[in-house]
């Protein structure tokens, strides 16, 4: 199971329906993992399954990350709480971005609902939906599972959103070259402290929502502070998804790493 929360952490049986329109859902079942939480004298047991989960979670995070590697594909993971404009910054990246200098395509993941992924296909890139049911994070099966759909062109970015949820998926690796972390204004500056295990697993904050910084209690450069904190080597950006402040430079950066990705 999950080691945070008891989500389960990893779910075997795993489905795809495509409708009229030929968009991929892939629906992601529970595992069947027994999930008592009378501890009492079953703690080593508990510690055994947390470790066989993300042991074969990081086996197959190993596969993609081979199969990105093979093809020159930019692979990022998105995390963030809920609300903090995930979706919206993905497509103003893809409206935006040269898709001859940089074509994404992009893997949703939500508890329920295609909306996230049809947003993204209105904005211009190929998506596939993962709905992940009562689990609170994507993991590698799912993801692997999502490209034998999605078929990512060589030398594109495959763009992860994960479920939104600032605990568990730091804990699952999906075979990314960066966690890039969202947050927004509208939330706390402290979230940095709050939720350090993910600060600590991103490479990169995005500062999401900056138009509101007028009306809103948000210190930005206490969030930036507080995020150094936990990870001294975490970059930050400053972004508006719907005004476009800052996009030109976070676009350059995924420019950039799409290169190295392709060497």
């Known amino acids: 199971m999950c080691t945070t929360c008891g989500c389960g952490g990893n779910h075997s049986h795993i489905h795809a329906h495509t409708d009229e329109n030929s968009n991929v859902t892939i629906h992601a079942g529970e595992d069947g993992h027994d999930h008592d939480h009378h501890h009492h004298d079953e703690g080593s047991r508990t510690i055994s399954v947390e470790e066989d989960i993300l042991a074969r979670n990081n086996a197959d995070a190993a596969k993609n990350r081979a199969f990105f590697a093979s093809r020159g594909i930019l692979a990022l993971n998105f995390v963030s709480s809920p609300g903090s404009g995930k979706t919206e910054l993905l497509a103003a990246t893809i409206r935006r971005a040269d898709p001859k200098k940089l ?35 994507l993991d590698a099966a799912m993801v692997a599972h999502a490209l034998e759909h999605l078929n990512p062109e060589p030398g594109s970015a495959c763009l992860i959103e994960n479920v939104g949820n600032l605990v568990c998926p730091a804990e699952f690796d999906l075979g990314e070259a960066h966690k890039v972390v969202v947050i927004s204004v509208t939330e706390g500056a402290d979230k940095p402290l709050k939720y ?32 150094r904190r936990v990870n001294p080597k975490i970059r930050s950006m400053r972004v508006s998804a719907t005004k476009g402040d800052g996009l030109e430079r976070w676009i350059k950066w995924l420019e950039a790493e799409l290169t190295l990705a392709s060497l």
Do not use: W
């Open 103 to 137: 074509p994404i395509t992009v893997i949703e993941g939500d508890q329920e609902t295609n909306n996230d992924a049809d947003r993204i296909r209105s904005a211009g890139a190929r998506s596939v939906q993962i709905n992940t049911g009562k689990g609170c994070h």
């Open 196 to 227: 350090p295990d993910m600060f600590r697993a991103a490479d990169l904050m995005l500062i999401n929502k900056i138009d509101l910084l007028p009306y809103v209690d948000f210190d930005i450069d206490k969030c930036e502070e507080y995020a």
